[in-house]
């Protein structure tokens, strides 16, 4: 069966500092790969998508950046943090086209930036 | 992507049907209702989805007017694990198409 792994749970970064979440799905080959953002009371927001190695979309312009060095490895970066990026980070897979049965997300990273 | 709306709240007694809905008035052919939900703190759950007919899945069903404007999710026997954001979202089912949320019916689920 399909898994994915996201990690760490929690993280406090002081402003300025860089940022590393790492996303990892099995199970599966070729999967699609989303990164969402939920900041404190507000709704999700997609911040990148991949449908494959090397290959990113970004939503929103921003202070964040993702890559995609293997097939089932999803990472979100930022070299310098701002308070604004303090949110629950959530990662998330679906198959490759046809019908989409939907999207599986992990357990997601509370960051708080201080 | 078509546009969703749904009640803000809504709250339900443990033990009764809860029917959530949602409208989707501008929801185009090749365009299908999805339903997620999302507990605090944790990361959104798939429930259903479906494109005109009915659906029943172990977890909900699923009822689509015959218009394909409005729809509703049905949670037969709530419990108090079903509080949650209940998210209502139309998009094409193509690998491609990517998943946007709106704001959802937060579902108390009370004793």
């Known amino acids: 069966s399909q898994t994915i792994h996201q990690w760490p749970a929690t993280l406090v970064q002081p402003v300025g500092s860089p940022l590393s979440l790492e996303c990892t799905v099995e199970g599966t080959s070729n999967p699609n790969l989303y990164w969402y953002r939920q900041a404190a009371g507000r709704g999700l927001q997609l911040l990148f998508y991949?449908?494959?190695?090397?290959?990113i979309s970004s939503e929103v312009p921003q202070n964040l950046s993702a890559s995609r060095p293997q097939d089932r490895q999803f990472i979100l970066s930022s070299k310098k943090l701002l308070l604004s990026d303090s949110g629950f980070y959530l990662c998330?897979?679906?198959?490759?086209?046809?019908?989409?049965?939907?999207?599986?997300f992990g357990s997601g990273t509370r960051l708080t930036v201080v | 992507d078509a546009k969703t709306t749904q009640p803000p709240s809504m709250d339900c007694a443990e033990g009764r049907a809860a029917n959530l809905p949602c409208n989707h008035s501008t929801i185009s052919g090749n365009e299908y209702v999805y339903w997620y939900r999302q507990i605090h703190s944790q990361g959104p759950q798939y429930i259903i989805h479906g494109l005109k007919n009915n659906e029943t899945n172990e977890m909900a069903s699923l009822i689509i007017t015959e218009d394909r404007k409005s729809s509703t999710l049905i949670l037969p026997h709530a419990t108090l694990r079903d509080t949650a954001v209940y998210y209502c979202i139309v998009r094409v089912g193509s690998g491609y198409s990517t998943l946007t949320f709106g704001k959802g019916t937060m579902l108390l689920v009370s004793p």
């Open positions: 991949s449908v494959g190695i090397g290959q």
């Open positions: 998330a897979w679906s198959e490759t086209g046809g019908i989409n049965y939907g999207y599986t």
